[in-house]
């Protein structure tokens, strides 16, 4: 073989041929979503994984295979009677890093929890000892339905990482929670759950209800004006989507913020502190962890203009009248709804950051208070942050400058350890 063949053969895309980085199969089932599936295969192939896609035959309906062959560069095969002297139900299994299956059906997902194998897509399911992600994908009752709740829970307790659908436009006319979510955002909780893989962590966050607030609250003074911060909401958006990717089911109690909503969280918005006092304390009632990661306004006006505050001539103002917020992480901590709920703080603080981070851990009564520097230039808007997490039990975590999502993964990796039955 020529030189020139040689490298055509090793170049990823190149149809049978060897392809560097790790092997995904990405499983199509039939949804009307299948096309979405064509630009996660796409984003895959073009950041150097080998993909091989094994849709359905219902998913075939609505793209074709050639479709699939021509977007990841290898062969396409619906049957386990096609090369069998390869045995492809098996075979296509044990190879891959990661198996995401997009849409995911509900048909697809009481197969897979009930350990059904009638065609290459399920069998491969099953012989699959790598990391496995469904994207489900139908109408708003499907996804309601008590028995596809069920088969959602079991396959999460089983360690799949099953992610909440988007809300939004269905076919038809329909509106409502099933949409399958953005494939650039899917995309991303699959690169996480694949390098966890490939660092021999698993979804250790498989079969959890987390909840994350994050954001800044905007304390109303009349209808144009109010009180607020600079937290952008980074910071809380990067722990919800780092524990989706870790298999938890996320509730992101969102307080003005303008981030795009990460795949496979369930999405709150909210404005006032108490708004998301409001809306944490109900997603914690069954919450095995709640991070609040939202800058809370510790005060709010005491009245509300119900018209612009007008200026007049040659006046001052009067004095603007405050009074306290809720202390939502203290009530939080003191009144756990479930035994053995871990409950995260933050602490933003400008002077004498430790100290008064170790008082406000007191104070709180949390189990982690992540502690760091803010300002005008620090930490707010960033797209990294540096911290130190301190523990009750007196623990101490310093966490260096890095990437946001650094942060989050410390974070997880100190609240997964202390779930009962962990230490």
């Known amino acids: 073989m020529t030189q020139e063949r040689d490298e055509a053969a090793e170049a990823p895309g190149a149809g049978g041929g060897r392809q560097a980085g790790p092997k995904v199969v990405l499983g199509v089932s039939g949804g009307i979503a299948a096309y979405k599936a064509c630009e996660l295969a796409r984003r895959f192939t073009e950041s150097g994984h080998e993909v091989r896609a094994v849709p359905t035959q219902a998913a075939l309906h609505f793209v074709g295979a050639a479709t699939w062959s021509a977007l990841t560069g290898n062969p396409v095969a619906t049957e386990v009677w096609e090369s069998v002297h390869e045995v492809p139900h098996v075979r296509i299994g044990h190879q891959a890093d990661l198996v995401v299956v997009a849409p995911a059906t509900a048909d697809l997902l009481a197969k897979a929890a009930h350990g059904l194998a009638d065609d290459l897509l399920t069998n491969t399911l099953l012989t699959a000892r ?72 698993g979804p250790d966050l498989a079969g959890r209800h987390v909840v994350v607030s994050a954001g800044g609250t905007r304390e109303p003074l009349d209808p144009v004006r109010f009180l607020g911060n600079r937290s952008s909401g980074k910071q809380g958006y990067a722990l919800a989507r780092t524990a989706a990717a870790r298999g938890a089911r996320v509730t992101l109690v969102s307080a003005n913020s ?166």
């Open 258 to 423: 303008a981030l795009p909503k990460p795949a496979g969280v369930d999405l709150v918005h909210v404005g006032s502190a108490r708004e998301l006092h409001e809306a944490v304390t109900e997603a914690a009632a069954d919450a095995d962890a709640v991070v609040m990661a939202a800058a809370v306004a510790d005060f709010r006006p005491a009245s509300y203009a119900g018209g612009k505050i007008k200026k007049k001539d040659g006046q001052d103002p009067e004095p603007l009248a405050l009074v306290r917020n809720p202390d939502i992480l203290a009530g939080l901590s003191a009144d756990r709804p479930r035994a053995g709920q871990v409950v995260a703080g933050f602490a933003a603080e400008t002077d004498d950051v430790l100290a008064h981070g170790r008082a406000k851990l007191a104070a709180k009564g949390c189990d982690l208070l992540v502690v760091n520097e803010v300002g005008e230039s620090k930490t707010f808007g960033a797209e990294e942050n540096e911290a130190v997490v301190l523990g009750a039990d007196g623990s101490e975590t310093a966490v260096p400058h890095g990437p946001k999502e650094a942060l989050a993964e410390t974070v997880w990796d100190l609240i997964a350890q202390r779930f009962p039955g962990q230490g």
């Open 130 to 201: 790598c990391p496995v992600v469904f994207a489900p994908a139908m109408h708003t009752e499907m996804w309601e339905h008590p028995a596809t709740q069920e088969n959602v829970a079991t396959l999460r307790r089983r360690g799949a990482v099953v992610i909440e659908p988007a809300v939004g436009r269905l076919t038809g006319k329909d509106t409502g929670k099933g949409r399958l979510p953005d494939p650039d955002a899917l995309f991303d909780v699959c690169r996480r759950v694949l390098a966890r893989g490939v660092a021999g962590a």
